[in-house]
């Protein structure tokens, strides 16, 4: 029912900034909380953020609270990942995805994804 697209990913320094975008097909996104997620190789997938289906609930995963902001376009059908202060640690493939029923940290609760974008920040 919702197919979702990942861009905005790349190579950096440690340091830089980035904003990865995922846009969403469909007429319903706007009753969808959105997450992100990221997985480095060898390691289990991690909750980054998600947003609430109006924008204002917005939770973070400890390693990024401060440093990364979740946003979404509902016009644009589009949520949004900026990444500030860059750290190696932060590499790894990041998803977007939707769950049409409450928040959840868990990958499980999340119905649809995207195929996931490389995000590599060097030293």
Same mark, same amino acid.
């Given at each position: 029912?919702?197919?979702l697209e990942e861009s905005g990913g790349g190579l950096v320094q440690a340091g830089d900034? @980035? $904003? ?7 007429? #319903?996104? *706007? ?6 997620? $990221?997985? /480095?190789? !060898? ?9 609430? #289906?109006?924008?204002?609930? @917005? +939770? ?8 990364? #902001?979740?946003? $979404? +376009?509902? /016009?644009?059908?589009? &949520?949004? @990942?900026?990444?500030n202060n860059l750290k190696p640690e932060d590499t790894a493939v990041y998803y977007c995805? /939707?769950?049409? *029923? ?8 999340? /119905?649809?994804? !995207?195929?996931?974008?490389?995000? #590599? &920040?060097? *030293?």
């Open positions: 029912q919702v197919q900034s @980035l $904003r990865v975008s995922c846009a969403a097909s469909g007429r #319903t996104f *706007s009753n969808y909380y959105m997450g992100w997620f $990221r997985q /480095a190789p !060898g390691k289990e997938r991690e909750f980054v953020a998600v947003v609430g #289906t109006s924008g204002r609930t @917005l +939770d973070y995963a400890d390693s990024v609270k401060g440093r990364f #902001t979740i946003s $979404r +376009d509902n /016009a644009k059908n589009t &949520v949004y @990942l900026q990444m995805a /939707a769950s049409n *029923s409450w928040y959840s940290r868990t990958p499980a609760s999340y /119905a649809y994804w !995207g195929q996931g974008i490389q995000v #590599t &920040v060097s *030293s």
